[in-house]
């Protein structure tokens, strides 16, 4: 899945090729988990998340998820996510900060625990290698230092124990094309994902995807970024199968029957 000289020369050439598997970074999440997962319970539940930055994973394993599969089309959040994975085991630290100082001092107690982990050791010293300045570390991201997820997690060192003790999957998919994993779960956390879906045929192939990855009881869970409610192809598809269900700057749906 990861070829770290491929996936490092495209991080660099992101913004000339434009490729949305290499895109800019969250460097944390701007959703309310509070108003979005107050209704659930996610205490020993088997959940599907996409990465964006790593602070749903991360509190989803804080509420007491069983397991947290995830996914995402950005390769570059792969990569983030381990990193990010590493500031908790190594420093205590729930966000890197954006300087070549700190990643470098990071990388240097790093110990790759296997060949992933070593894909992206090489990939992190191969990015700091090549920028000169803290500003070319913080162009990586979009959305700018807010570190929100302190607000739910004060205790790293116990999220520390509770990743170490888990073996998350994480696969690079686009969730609107089709998708064949084996496992299926309690919740699937899309964020907002079907705000960018603009097609019939795109909302068949994920309304599908969540058809073979759901439990029959389980819950899609999606947030509001751009829009209050469901495009009215999203309601016209996802209805065809699912009960829609309005949450504070969210939603989620239910299989029908």
């Not at 394993?61 to 570059?76: E, F, P, R, T």
């Not at 205590?92 to 070549?100: H, V």
């Not at 070319?136 to 116990?158: H, R």
Request: hydrophobic residues 35%.
């Amino acid at each position: 899945m990861l070829n770290y000289e491929r996936d490092l020369s495209n991080t660099i050439n992101r913004k000339v090729n434009r490729m949305k598997c290499y895109d800019s970074l969250y460097f944390s999440s701007n959703e309310n988990f509070n108003n979005l997962f107050s209704s659930f319970e996610l205490h020993d539940k088997d959940i599907f998340s996409i990465i964006g930055s790593g602070d749903q994973a991360f509190y989803f394993y804080s509420q007491g998820a069983k397991q947290v599969d995830l996914y995402d089309v950005n390769i570059v959040s792969i990569y983030y996510y381990i990193l990010r994975i590493w500031c908790i085991k190594y420093l205590g630290d729930l966000y890197p900060k954006l300087k070549i100082d700190y990643i470098k001092n990071l990388l240097s107690i790093v110990k790759p625990i296997n060949s992933f982990e070593e894909n992206i050791y090489k990939y992190w010293n191969g990015f700091i290698d090549y920028i000169s300045h803290d500003s070319e570390l913080d162009s990586l991201f979009f959305i700018g230092s807010n570190p929100m997820l302190e607000k739910y997690i004060d205790d790293v060192s116990a999220l520390d124990k509770i990743l170490r003790d888990k073996k998350t999957s994480i696969v690079q998919m686009d969730i609107t094309r089709p998708v064949n994993l084996d496992k299926k779960y309690d919740v699937v956390f899309v964020s907002n994902i079907p705000e960018y879906i603009y097609d019939t045929k795109s909302f068949n192939t994920y309304s599908n995807n969540l058809d073979n990855l759901l439990k029959n009881d389980g819950v899609v869970i999606g947030s509001n970024i751009m829009y209050p409610g469901p495009s009215i192809i999203e309601n016209k598809v996802l209805s065809k199968k699912y009960d829609y269900h309005n949450i504070n700057r969210g939603y989620y749906y239910t299989k029908k029957g």
